[in-house]
């Protein structure tokens, strides 16, 4: 993985953790979206959110027990990312 594609698992983790509690106090349920929407073939996750394809696509119409949901596997999922990065 290029240099800049981690630094932006890095940025991406971040906002992640950050907004995330205030994203689950909104109603609706605000959406991960960071404006950094680049999916990753490999993964089937944008760089930005985390999110796969169909939970970007799905969203508008998802409950807000849905949407908290997603939230939750979010940050797991760019730790994961950034961890397999490491040992690559």
Do not use: F
């Not at 890095?10 to 979206?33: D, F, H, I, M, Y």
Request: net charge positive.
């Amino acid at each position: 993985m290029d240099t800049c594609t981690r630094a932006q698992l890095k940025l991406s983790l971040g906002k992640l953790r950050n907004s995330r509690a205030q994203a689950e106090r909104a109603q609706p349920v605000t959406s991960p979206c960071i404006s950094v929407c680049k999916m990753n073939d490999a993964r089937g996750l944008c760089i930005g959110c985390m999110r796969t394809i169909d939970e970007i696509a799905a969203w508008s119409t998802m409950s807000d027990a849905a949407r908290l949901a997603v939230w939750q596997t979010l940050p797991e999922r760019a730790c994961a990312w950034l961890n397999d990065t490491r040992s690559a």
